[in-house]
């Protein structure tokens, strides 16, 4: 299987398939966008497929497609379809911006697609407006209403709250996300790309402010999904409100994934750039054997813990250690 030095077993893996966006929201992308890679620089489907081939061999069972905007790359519910056939490989999950969900999620369910991450941060459409620079809501309430047509698809919202939210906007997402019957999670800003620029609103005075709206907080206890997100029930709410902060309250003792960048490059912790060029490996002739031992290598060197809230180093600091990354999360892989 595949375990770190720290006996942290591997199962998750996030898949970046392309870095383009057909948003620029303030705290990802710049105004003007980014240096967009060419088609021949990002990894094929057969690629793609067959280093989760490998990974799965390895105990990796579970995979989220991310982006930039993953629907904005031709024919994703192929490669949904293709994931899905991959022995060992147990859920194919896929996050999205919601813009495009309307016209694909029929094609995407129909493919296998077991769960969609929408990112929301507001319902008005104001607001939107100026934190997308350039999104259009409407058609995201409609591919979200969509997308909880099928029973058997899992849809959750994600929200980034900015630090200038007012409370009435938190509310009013939140209200939303219970009468039309699907979870919303608040995201933690990561201080990775712009989002060092941005701040952000705390767990603790979201909850604060929830269970003044809506009575007070029970922890829900289990396992809800692949990813470290704790879970409250509210008592005048239908739906359960999550909760992901990766910086305050940190949760690396428990990681189980890699990321891999449309380019190919396995990454073994958001805030590092250490890892390995897949990509290089797959285009020079290399077996799978060699690619599982390059996989091995990088994964037995991902770091203990991630260092976004020591405030007693700077990043000139750490990365006399390690190298700090220094893309931002489109090119990442969200």
Do not use: W
């Not at 100026?130 to 058609?139: E, F, N, S, V, Y």
């Not at 996300?177 to 979870?183: I, L, R």
């Amino acid at each position: 299987m595949f375990k770190d030095s720290y006996g942290r077993q591997i199962t998750y893996m996030r898949i970046s398939v392309t870095d383009r966006c057909n948003l620029r929201c303030i705290y990802c992308m710049p105004a003007d966008g980014i240096r967009q890679t060419t088609h021949k620089e990002i990894l094929t489907f057969d690629e793609i497929v067959r280093i989760a081939r490998i990974g799965a061999g390895k105990g990796i069972s579970r995979i989220k497609i991310t982006g930039g905007e993953p629907l904005v790359r031709k024919n994703i519910a192929a490669l949904i379809r293709m994931l899905k056939a991959v022995p060992g490989i147990e859920q194919v999950t896929l996050t999205t911006n919601g813009g495009l969900l309307n016209e694909q999620i029929d094609s995407l369910v129909k493919s296998g697609l077991d769960a969609v991450n929408i990112s929301l941060d507001t319902v008005d459409e104001t607001v939107y407006k100026r934190i997308t620079r350039c999104g259009d809501l409407a058609p995201v309430l409609k591919g979200i209403k969509k997308a909880c047509s099928y029973p058997e698809l899992t849809v959750k919202l994600n929200c980034v709250p900015l630090e200038e939210m007012q409370d009435a906007q938190i509310l009013s997402l939140v209200r939303f996300a219970s009468q039309t019957g699907v979870c919303v999670r608040f995201i933690e800003m990561m201080p990775v790309g712009l989002g060092k620029c941005c701040g952000g609103r705390s767990q603790v005075e979201l909850r604060k402010l929830l269970e003044r709206e809506y009575g007070e907080a029970e922890r829900e206890e289990g396992s809800f999904g692949n990813g470290p997100a704790v879970y409250y029930r509210f008592e005048k709410l239908k739906e359960k409100v999550g909760f992901i902060s990766a910086v305050s309250h940190q949760f690396c003792d428990s990681c189980n994934r890699v990321r891999m960048t449309a380019q190919g490059y396995l990454k073994t912790c958001l805030q590092y750039s250490t890892g390995i060029d897949l990509k290089s490996l797959l285009r020079s002739g290399a077996s799978d054997s060699e690619i599982e031992k390059a996989f091995l290598k990088a994964i037995a060197e991902k770091p203990l813990c991630h260092q976004f809230a020591d405030t007693e180093n700077t990043e000139e600091n750490i990365q006399g250690q390690e190298m700090i990354e220094q893309k931002g999360m489109s090119e990442i892989g969200g």
